[in-house]
Antibody, heavy 119, light 107 residues
Framework: QVKLLQSGAALVKPGDSVKMSCKAS????????IHWVKQSHGKSLEWIGY????????NYNEKFKSKATLTVDKSSSTAYMEFSRLTSEDSAIYYC????????????WGQGASVTVSS | DVQMTQSPYNLAASPGESVSINCKAS??????LAWYQQKPGKANKLLIY???TLQSGIPSRFSGSGSGTDFTLTIRSLEPEDFGLYYC?????????FGSGTKLEIK
């Protein structure tokens, strides 16, 4: 079945960067886009952007354009998101999700990766 | 950005009852609304997309309706596993935006 396995929790210092991974299995990786979504503690969901694993093309929410970089490694069916110049506002759970038959709808989600920014 | 306003914020109901959750968009999003369920320790689950299309594998007690700016998720005959958080998401235009969530609790 479709699975998205995300990397573990990270504790990082303000100003640092963090790179998280999302390994896909159970389907052809290059057939579906991968979205990234942020959930701050106790709050709602924010769409960060998506990447097309086939072409490498990306589409970012303007709010995260200077913060997030999305990449993929087709050979390992893994998507990555790097978040830079971290502040306490970036402490959150980050999800990857597959864009489904309708690519703008997220039909399978990873378990989430917690990022804590603290000195 | 399209603002999505969900109501109610909290909802308490008993198994067997029916409930409705509302989602209002700040501008017309045609039919392009999805509903998700979030539960602790489980991956988020897509329930409905395009306003009323039931995702494969989702029980028929879930249904969605609406278009334009006003949408509703209805759950008939609540099962114990239905309790959790529910979010709407507009998938009509960038950036995709979510509602603030509705917590469905057992009464």
């Amino acid at each position: 079945q479709v699975k998205l396995l995300q990397s573990g929790a990270a504790l990082v210092k303000p100003g640092d960067s963090v790179k998280m991974s999302c390994k896909a299995s159970g389907y052809t990786f290059t057939d579906y886009i991968i979205h990234w979504v942020k959930q701050s503690h106790g709050k709602s969901l924010e769409w960060i952007g998506y990447i097309n694993p086939y072409s490498g093309g990306t589409n970012y929410n303007e709010k995260f354009k200077s913060k997030a970089t999305l990449t993929v490694d087709k050979s390992s069916s893994t998507a990555y998101m790097e978040f830079s110049r971290l502040t306490s506002e970036d402490s959150a759970i980050y999800y990857c999700a597959r864009g489904g038959y309708n690519p703008y709808v997220m039909d399978a989600w990873g378990q989430g990766a917690s990022v804590t920014v603290s000195s | 950005d399209v603002q999505m306003t969900q109501s109610p914020y909290n909802l308490a109901a008993s198994p067997g009852e029916s409930v409705s959750i509302n989602c209002k968009a700040s501008k017309s999003i045609s039919k392009y609304l999805a509903w998700y369920q979030q539960k602790p320790g489980k991956a988020n689950k897509l329930l409905i997309y395009d306003g009323s299309t039931l995702q494969s594998g989702i029980p028929s007690r879930f249904s969605g309706s609406g278009s334009g700016t006003d949408f509703t998720l209805t759950i008939r005959s609540l099962e114990p596993e239905d309790f959790g958080l529910y979010y709407c998401q507009q998938h009509n235009e960038y950036p995709f935006t979510f509602g603030s969530g509705t917590k469905l609790e057992i009464k």
